[in-house]
């Protein structure tokens, strides 16, 4: 099997042209794993297999399937927690009890905001959305100390877990608690995540790619949604950051990392 690889390195600008590229190739499938992309290839071809990976969007909202269950066309693929930004500032909330600023971090247009800033008007938190212009994250970090943040709300986007390891070290410099969408940020020294694994999310594309090669029909074939959603918690970021979890907090963790 040969591989095309195409990346967009943040520009979502660049999408159109690589997806027309791939479909010129005659490719057998396309694996999206953004809105942006999975748009992106759409717009291109009816035909093509797609499968897509989502964090924090809904392919239904977003006009790509029909249905979950029921996908139609050329698209099928897996979904993660379209509605969890509720949940994260809830525990970012009860780890930083005086937190009333967050700042939400975001790669261009996140289709999580919405849902994010009807979370914080519910918990009395005013949501500071900082776009990482760019990629420019020290001016991104250096605008949310200017704006007085307490707290950290790191959304989903493939370009921010790209940029993981240098998000989780100015969130450390910057003394800012920070929630993230994959616990392997925690793995890698973020303080904290709630979500599901991205290797589990790999692995199910990769399954998904299989039964289509073996001649299932991606419009036949159901979206399926994260089961599984795990707290994930790093004490040694927490110590560093002078923060004791609450013992509720860590009963809830499934991943305690010391």
């Known amino acids: 099997m040969e591989v095309e690889r195409r990346y967009a390195d943040g520009r979502v600008e660049r999408l159109a042209t690589l997806a027309a590229e791939l479909v010129q190739q005659r490719v057998d499938l396309i694996a999206a794993f953004s809105p942006a992309a999975g748009r992106a290839a759409l717009e291109r071809t009816k035909t093509i297999p797609i499968v897509i990976l989502l964090a924090g969007s809904d392919p239904v909202e977003l006009g790509m ?3 979950l269950a029921r996908p139609g066309g050329n698209v099928t693929g897996v979904v993660l927690g379209s509605m969890l930004a509720d949940k994260r500032l809830e525990l970012l909330k009860e780890v930083v009890p005086r937190a009333r600023r967050v700042a939400m971090l975001t790669a261009g247009a996140s289709s999580g905001q919405k849902d994010a800033e009807q979370a914080a ?3 009395g938190i005013t949501l500071i959305v900082v776009d990482a212009k760019e990629r420019d994250y020290q001016r991104a970090f250096a605008t949310m100390q200017s704006q007085r943040a307490e707290g950290l709300f790191v959304a989903a986007s493939p370009v921010l877990n790209a940029d993981r ?8 410099r910057y003394r800012l608690p920070a929630i993230y969408q994959w616990v392997e940020h925690v793995e890698d020294g973020g303080l904290m995540a709630y979500g599901a694994s991205l290797r589990w999310a790999v692995r199910r594309v990769a399954t998904y790619i299989d039964r289509i ?3 299932a029909a991606p419009g036949e074939l159901p979206i399926e949604q994260a089961s599984v959603l795990s707290l994930a918690l790093n004490l040694k970021t927490a110590k560093a950051l002078g923060l004791t979890i609450p013992p509720s907090v860590l009963a809830r ?3 305690i990392i010391q």
Do not use: N
Request: a neutral charge; proline letters at 0%.
């Open 165 to 172: 390891g240098r998000i989780i070290e100015l969130a450390a």
């Open 121 to 123: 008007a519910r918990l």
């Open 213 to 215: 090669f073996k001649g």
């Open 253 to 255: 963790a499934d991943e």
């Open 65 to 67: 399937v029909s249905s």
